[in-house]
């Protein structure tokens, strides 16, 4: 496992410090000066990487992802061949890369280049990192096909190549395929209106991806979990906490992760979670009423802080997703569950117990689903888990056994279908 990330020499300095990367492999770590230099002040502590809101940011930011590319990509290629490369291997093939006088013409790959650091200035990081990603699959084709790109090579016959080096080679299934397609589209079309290219080909490129099954905790089960004695376990008592407020309030984690004391106010007698949803920067607020009264619980029983504090401890998605499979295995939430997925034409059936499929995308699911079974209408719903239309928030809706059965009967009063 590679890791790639960059620190200060002097994070004190009062004038600009050079860049360093530290990259780790494999038990090895190579450390060493990147030849850039910042002013600690435009440096981000927290994330190890430069301020957005500085100026010169496009500049860093592209300059630091050429060089995280180049170690990376030297030591999956030495990989590949079953070796691991030297410290000094690395280090060399980095200076080497580096001291490179610039191609004289544009290629796609700097283009591509350009392109992403477009991007890191108007989405998260996850979504560059997508693009970052595809970069890297589509250079790995051009190489494993021996298939030169160039925008011109962007037809339906490189489509269905590229889609079945996915599937067929590197085992990625539909709805990963399909992501990648449409951020391919993304690049295409930004290059198109950038004047790079008019081969217009790529608007037919389909990604389509199949519903998965949706994975939601019933009333039953979140009364086991709300009920479970976690005296003894403050670690899981946290993790309850912050799933279940996360289900009984309709939010992302990211937003759950970064909700504070003065987020929640008291308007006419009950409490509302007033929100700005970290996901596209919504400039509009959400008012979350807190009225569900297990959802106040949770809340008044964290630790009160300042205004500014957060309310609950800091986690990592990941670290929390396991938890949450550990606390829903407590409460014997067990059942049968299967996931259906596809690779190409082939069927993959994944099954096991339910506990094993659940993580944070559970809570939201799950309130979308109880809040329409109990009567919620999908306008006000929308009010509420901040989806701009309702086309977005159907992939969110499971159709629970509880209301078929209820639809059955009043479709089949008298339990025939001929009568």
């Given at each position: 496992m590679a890791s790639a990330k960059f620190y200060l020499r002097d994070p004190k300095a009062k004038k600009k410090t050079s860049i360093c990367l530290d990259f780790s492999y494999d038990g090895y770590r190579l450390q060493c000066s990147t030849k850039l230099s910042i002013n600690p002040k435009d440096w981000s502590h927290r994330q190890n990487w430069p301020k957005h809101q500085i100026s010169s940011y496009s500049q860093y930011n592209s300059a630091l992802l050429r060089i995280q590319s180049i170690v990376e990509d030297f030591y999956l290629d030495n990989k590949k061949t079953g070796s691991t490369p030297s410290i000094q291997s690395i280090k060399d093939h980095l200076s080497s890369q580096l001291n490179k006088k610039e191609e004289k013409t544009i290629g796609l790959w700097e283009i591509y280049d350009t392109f992403i650091n477009h991007k890191s200035q108007e989405v998260k990081e996850l979504t560059v990192k997508k693009f970052i990603t595809l970069k890297k699959l589509l250079q790995g084709f051009s190489k494993d096909k021996n298939h030169q790109l160039d925008f011109n090579k962007f037809d339906s016959k490189f489509e269905m190549a590229f889609c079945s080096y996915l599937t067929g080679d590197l085992q990625q299934v539909n709805n990963?395929?399909?992501?990648?397609?449409?951020?391919?589209?993304?690049?295409?079309?930004?290059?198109?209106?950038?004047?790079?290219?008019?081969?217009?080909?790529?608007?037919?490129?389909?990604?389509?991806?199949?519903?998965?099954?949706?994975?939601?905790?019933?009333?039953?089960?979140?009364?086991?979990?709300?009920?479970?004695?976690?005296?003894?376990?403050?670690?899981?008592?946290?993790?309850?906490?912050?799933?279940?407020?996360?289900?009984?309030?309709?939010?992302?984690?990211?937003?759950?992760?970064?909700?504070?004391?003065?987020?929640?106010?008291?308007?006419?007698?009950?409490?509302?979670?007033?929100?700005?949803?970290?996901?596209?920067?919504?400039?509009?607020?959400?008012?979350?009423?807190?009225?569900?009264?297990?959802?106040?619980?949770?809340?008044?029983?964290?630790?009160?802080?300042?205004?500014?504090?957060?309310?609950?401890?800091?986690?990592?998605?990941?670290?929390?997703?396991?938890?949450?499979?550990?606390?829903?295995?407590?409460?014997?939430?067990?059942?049968?569950?299967?996931?259906?997925?596809?690779?190409?034409?082939?069927?993959?059936?994944?099954?096991?117990?339910?506990?094993?499929?659940?993580?944070?995308?559970?809570?939201?699911?799950?309130?979308?689903?109880?809040?329409?079974?109990?009567?919620?209408?999908?306008?006000?719903?929308?009010?509420?888990?901040?989806?701009?239309?309702?086309?977005?928030?159907?992939?969110?809706?499971?159709?629970?056994?509880?209301?078929?059965?209820?639809?059955?009967?009043?479709?089949?009063?008298?339990?025939?279908?001929?009568?």
């Open positions: 990963t395929v399909s992501k990648y397609i449409t951020c391919l589209k993304v690049f295409l079309k930004w290059a198109q209106e950038e004047g790079y290219h008019q081969n217009l080909s790529y608007q037919k490129f389909t990604s389509k991806s199949t519903d998965k099954e949706i994975t939601y905790l019933t009333e039953e089960e979140l009364k086991k979990l709300f009920n479970l004695d976690l005296i003894n376990s403050p670690r899981l008592s946290r993790t309850r906490d912050m799933f279940l407020f996360q289900c009984f309030t309709g939010q992302r984690f990211s937003d759950i992760e970064n909700l504070k004391w003065g987020d929640i106010q008291e308007v006419d007698g009950d409490h509302e979670w007033h929100l700005y949803q970290k996901k596209g920067d919504k400039p509009k607020m959400i008012n979350v009423p807190l009225i569900i009264s297990e959802a106040t619980q949770i809340l008044f029983r964290q630790n009160r802080g300042a205004l500014n504090d957060k309310i609950f401890s800091p986690i990592s998605n990941q670290k929390l997703n396991v938890y949450i499979k550990e606390l829903c295995q407590m409460a014997e939430i067990d059942s049968h569950f299967k996931e259906v997925k596809y690779r190409g034409k082939e069927r993959i059936e994944i099954t096991g117990q339910k506990h094993e499929f659940i993580s944070t995308h559970t809570a939201r699911r799950t309130f979308i689903t109880l809040a329409l079974e109990r009567g919620m209408r999908p306008e006000v719903l929308q009010k509420i888990t901040g989806h701009e239309d309702y086309r977005t928030m159907k992939k969110y809706i499971a159709v629970t056994d509880k209301v078929k059965k209820a639809e059955m009967r009043k479709a089949f009063a008298e339990g025939s279908f001929l009568s």
